[in-house]
């Protein structure tokens, strides 16, 4: 039987569609790589439909590529080698939200904006961690890409947040992870031989994950924003350390801008919360005491007249903190998301201002500060989509940028395929093998989203 009609016996008409326009939007994401070819997409609805089609790609040996809402901007989404786009969003449903044990089983289609304004009206004292991404981007890619949210600085990454998942193998088995694999509540993935690894960070080569446990936490009633501003970059590893040890902060960013000219310093944006005013009100006098005292006083000045629309954007959940990333126009926007060691700031700092003025760009940072152990150093770059030596320039500035990353002792988050390529040549080699072989156990016929994280 031809794949289109099988594909149509499995999911239903409407549900599958090899229309080239269709297709189109498949084929690519908003970020600076080259497009790919879709043959297929198709909205599955059950972990079991998801089986159905990973045993007929197998036996046609067609590739399958899960897409969440391909905000990721660096083509993970993008179907390299044609075959099945796999859309999750129809797999929407929140299937449980449990206050006391604290967790949410949502399926792997909800996007941010549904989960968030779920929990907002039926379980107002709970939240999970919100990336500043749009909202329709999926809450599960996101845990499943290392992603970080509002209150990552506080509780962790939004991989730290999974309790407990159900995959689809790519031989088409269904499996559960964590105590919900025994049969009972989805609240811990331990203390169990911990699969999750096996599917996290792995840009969908080893499985279709069809359903998450996430954690949630509380909402304090009360937050506020506090603001300080430096010139003396060398500063901030200690700044930041400082403000970390102090173990207060809901959210803490770093934000420059090198236009318009009143943002060209180094911000840093702290997010407070407390239940009550007085909490709040103690924090805040804290935070201030401690950084008007830092290293003898008057090195970092609290920013006292904030504008009331910049207050909201940054109270916002998510915050709005990259403030004016579309300079070009035409609507590219791609970043190395560095993941580095908090001392290694001043350097990257400099470094990114280098690359941006070397390919004719406005440096634009935003930098989220994760736990006190390590940063997302973003490097931003803008470009016109419609102009292909600009996207050019991007490519040059990203693969530079992601060199620095490596340089400086980090990594790459969610890098596009060069920049995979750049992290593997890199990796001890047997390490990079053991990838090879856990790609090869899990999906022999190599059909899942092939050309990711590929081991040469
Ligand atoms: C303006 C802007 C701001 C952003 N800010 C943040 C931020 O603050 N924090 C942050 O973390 N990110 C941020 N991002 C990056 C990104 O948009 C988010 O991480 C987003 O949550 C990714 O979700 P998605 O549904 O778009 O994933 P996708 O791009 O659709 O998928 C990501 C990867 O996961 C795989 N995948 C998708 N679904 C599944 C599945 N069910 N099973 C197995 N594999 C799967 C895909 O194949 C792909 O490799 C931002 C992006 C933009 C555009």
Known sequence: MPIMNALVD??????????????????????????????????????????????????EKVPVTPVGAGLTLSGIVVPERGGIVLDMKRMDRILEVDEINRYAVIEAGVSQGALREYLKKHHPRFQHSTPEAPPTATVTANALIHGHGHISPRYGINSDMIAGMEVVLPTGEITRIGACALGGKWFSRGPLPDLAGLFVGWYGTTGIVTKISLKLFPKPEFRQVIVFQTDDIDLL????????????????????????????????????????????????????????????GNRISFVANLHPALEKRFLDVPPLAALAADFRKGGGFQYTGAILPI?????????????????????????QVLLGNSIMFGFNYSFNRGDEADIERARLALAESNRTALELGGMIWKGEKPAQQMVLAKMEPHTAQFIRRVQEFLDPNRIMNPGKWEVP
């Open 343 to 367: 001392d290694q700031v001043p350097a990257a700092w400099r470094r990114g201002i280098e690359i941006a003025h070397k390919h004719g760009m406005v440096c634009s940072y935003v930098h």
């Open 10 to 59: 499995i999911v239903g008409a409407d549900r599958v569609s090899d229309d080239p326009a269709e297709l189109f939007i498949y084929s690519r994401d908003s970020g600076a790589q080259p497009p790919g070819r879709a043959d297929y997409v198709v909205l599955p609805k059950t972990a079991e439909e998801i089986s159905r089609i990973l045993v007929l790609a197998n036996r």
């Open 237 to 296: 590893p200690e700044a930041i350390a400082e403000i970390m040890y102090l173990d207060m902060a809901e959210d803490f960013f770093l934000i420059m801008q090198e236009k318009p000219d009143w943002m060209n310093h180094c911000f840093l944006v702290v997010i407070l919360s407390g239940h009550f005013e007085e909490e709040l009100a103690l924090k805040k006098e804290a935070y201030q005491r401690l950084l008007s005292n830092f290293k003898g």
